[in-house]
């Protein structure tokens, strides 16, 4: 423990520190925590930041995920960032799991953390998410700024949980030929038989051909 514990500390090459801070923190008998929250809090060198976030997904300390949510929100680097996304999703606590809903909804955020968030939410299907997602697509329904809505249905039809019918069913009816076919690609994914129906429906007189295409190539 103390060689790697000296090359995270003494070493210049902050490659090795990086690996050497993952391996302190596989140490059983050793409490790591203020090591990692240090390294989250001050390491100039972003992969550092990052191996520190991932590894307090391991540690239970005072302060750990208001640390985690802080640097969520206000980390330069993108991939601390979504590091601290991915650790606070895996804490099982409702007040991280409220953190990432509104991280998801706020428009504010740029368009690659928040689809990182709403990807932290489907994998731990956490609860409450159908209800985030219905206000981001009223929110973009008309007019949907920067074609968010689109990469969130996107994501969305690569995602194995059944629970997302509601809003595979309400991709459907939106004016966009793209996201229908991702509502009818999360149905299918998840076997929604329940659905079944409404994607058969959507071959009809009126409907963008590609959509038509999508429902038959997939009967």
């Known amino acids: 423990y103390e060689i790697v514990e000296r090359i995270f500390f003494e070493s210049e090459d902050a490659t090795l520190r990086s690996y050497a801070l993952a391996g302190l923190a596989e140490f059983p008998d050793q409490d790591t925590a203020e090591i990692l929250i240090q390294a989250l809090k001050r390491d100039s060198f972003w992969r550092i930041r990052v191996t520190a976030a991932e590894k307090l997904a ?13 640097k969520a929100s206000n980390d330069p680097v993108t991939q601390v960032r979504i590091a601290s996304l991915k650790t606070l999703g895996l804490s099982g606590e409702s007040d991280n799991f409220k ?8 428009n504010r955020n740029g ?14 299907k956490i609860p409450g998410t159908n209800d985030a997602v219905n206000s981001v697509m009223d929110e973009l329904w008309e007019k949907d700024e920067g074609r968010f809505l689109e990469f969130v249905c996107r994501d969305l039809s690569r995602i194995d949980w059944v629970e997302l019918g509601p809003i595979y069913q309400r991709m459907l009816s939106h004016s966009n030929w793209l996201n229908q076919i991702y509502g009818i690609r999360g149905i299918r994914r998840n076997s929604i038989q329940t659905l079944q129906g ?11 051909s590609r959509v038509r295409r999508e429902v038959t190539t997939g009967k």
């Open 58 to 70: 391991e540690k239970n300390g005072d302060g750990v995920d208001e640390l985690l949510r802080y």
């Open 198 to 208: 409404s994607v058969n429906e959507m071959d009809r007189d009126g409907v963008d």
């Open 111 to 124: 368009t690659d953390v928040r689809l990182a968030a709403l990807s932290v939410l489907t994998n731990n």
């Open 99 to 106: 953190y990432l809903l509104d991280f998801f909804k706020n």
